[in-house]
């Protein structure tokens, strides 16, 4: 049996765009990935996040909103930052671990402007599919990142 891929997704809050990352990770990909996610400076989950995730048939109530502090005594294989504050500020991490990013919208920065509940979900789902698409790709995307990674 093949050792699972080990990756975290890193935001700023863990609030919204790495928890629905780690939900499809583990759901859709949970075979060949170990996931989880943090941020850098976390805010609690979205109520909005766990609403359009459940839509998508995951369930993501359990998860918390950590600090990427808290899981300093774990080993990842890749850490994948999915907003560019993350990116920008994210910490060292020792041995192996690879660091790349893949950036997506911030799904209640964009539901800012909505002008019903409804109109709001919709940028969360839009946000929700894009990374959905990205987790189904991931297996392949890691394989071109690593052969540019040493290509550069």
């Not at 170990?34 to 359009?52: M, R, T």
């Not at 504050?85 to 997506?104: D, I, Q």
């Amino acid at each position: 049996m093949q050792k699972k891929i080990s990756i975290l997704f890193l935001c700023t809050g863990n609030s919204c765009r790495s928890q629905m990352a780690e939900g499809f990770a583990n759901a859709l990909r949970g075979d060949i990935i170990e996931a989880y996610s943090a941020g850098i400076e976390p805010k609690g989950l979205d109520p909005n996040a766990l609403v359009v995730m459940r839509e998508a048939g995951v369930d993501i109530s359990h998860h918390t909103s950590k600090h990427v502090n808290d899981l300093k005594d774990k080993q990842f294989d890749y850490v994948i930052t999915v907003c560019g504050h993350a990116n920008e500020n994210c910490p060292l991490f020792p041995g192996k671990t690879k660091v790349l990013h893949r950036g997506f919208e911030d799904p209640p920065q964009l539901a800012k402007e909505a002008k019903t509940p409804e109109e709001a979900l919709q940028h969360y789902r839009r946000v929700r599919d894009q990374i959905k698409e990205f987790i189904l790709e991931l297996p392949g995307w890691l394989e071109k990142e690593q052969t540019e990674f040493f290509i550069h």
